[in-house]
Nanobody, 125 residues
């Protein structure tokens, strides 16, 4: 499975940004896709996850209500809509796929097998 995150950029406080994660390859084996972010020198932070077949979603408390994850079934895309952005949202954002089956969505980075190259999001005040 190959993943490619895109859509990052420089925005102002309060702006919105939509990130996309394009999956290719053996996508039939994907259980779920998650979005994470990382600031240099800090641990990777879970943001949101969605079941590949659609329906179930999970969010970190820190972004609930501001971020929305969605799945485009026709294009093998998972998006992350980010609203009301804050300076502390500045980070490198990455998407990852989980292949292992299971009833729940993982919030741990070790639960994901394939990672795409991240995209930088910078929120300026």
């Amino acid at each position: 499975v190959q993943l490619q995150a895109s859509g990052g950029g420089l925005v102002q406080v309060g702006d919105s940004l939509r990130l996309s994660c394009a999956a290719s390859g053996r996508t039939f084996g994907i259980h779920s896709v998650g979005w994470f972010r990382q600031v240099s020198g800090k641990e990777r932070e879970f943001l949101a996850a969605i079941r590949w077949s659609g329906g179930d979603t999970a969010y970190a408390d820190s972004v609930g209500g501001r971020f929305t994850i969605a799945r485009d079934n026709t294009k093998n895309l998972v998006s992350l809509q980010m609203d009301s952005l804050k300076p502390e949202d500045t980070a490198v954002y990455s998407c990852a796929s989980r292949q292992a089956p299971g009833p729940t969505l993982s919030r741990a980075s070790y639960g994901y097998s394939y990672w795409g190259k991240g995209t930088q999001v910078t929120v300026s005040s």
